[in-house]
């Protein structure tokens, strides 16, 4: 009995990391965006973020993307930071991620923009 409790908390524990990871993060992210499910992206996005894409489609300033396809090309983490780039089927875009409690989560820095 105990040995079938460790391995499954083993696999759990596997999948939860596997989960957490910056590459699934921004595909998470960006593949919500792209559907238009704001309050779904704001979950894998700093607090920062989320203001920034309630403003943004406050204003309708964001478009749906049906025909998106999340096609990552390189990840690099540094500490707490993390960049994903991906293709989206037209162009290479790259994502930066910070980690925060332990979690990653997509920041876009409105200073860059």
Same mark, same amino acid.
């Given at each position: 009995? !105990?040995? &079938?409790?460790?391995?499954?908390?083993?696999?759990? &524990?596997?999948? &939860?990391?596997?989960?957490?990871?910056?590459?699934?993060?921004? /595909?998470? %992210?960006? @593949?919500?965006?792209? /559907?238009? =499910?704001?309050? @779904?992206? !704001? =979950?894998?996005?700093?607090? *920062?973020?989320?203001?920034?894409?309630? %403003?943004?489609?406050?204003?309708?300033?964001?478009? #749906?993307?049906?025909?998106? !396809?999340? @096609?990552?090309?390189?990840?690099?983490?540094?500490?707490?930071? *993390?960049?994903?780039?991906?293709?989206?089927? /037209? !162009?290479?875009?790259? #994502? @930066?991620?910070? =980690?925060?409690?332990?979690?990653?989560? #997509?920041?876009?820095?409105?200073?860059?923009?």
């Amino acid at each position: 009995m !105990k040995r &079938y409790f460790f391995i499954c908390f083993l696999a759990g &524990y596997f999948l &939860y990391s596997c989960s957490s990871s910056p590459t699934n993060v921004a /595909k998470e %992210f960006t @593949e919500s965006m792209a /559907k238009g =499910k704001i309050n @779904e992206a !704001k =979950k894998h996005a700093t607090e *920062a973020t989320g203001n920034m894409l309630d %403003f943004a489609s406050g204003l309708g300033g964001l478009s #749906v993307q049906p025909d998106f !396809k999340f @096609e990552k090309i390189r990840d690099s983490v540094a500490g707490n930071r *993390a960049w994903v780039t991906f293709m989206d089927g /037209k !162009k290479e875009e790259t #994502v @930066e991620l910070v =980690k925060i409690d332990g979690t990653w989560l #997509v920041h876009i820095d409105p200073n860059a923009m």
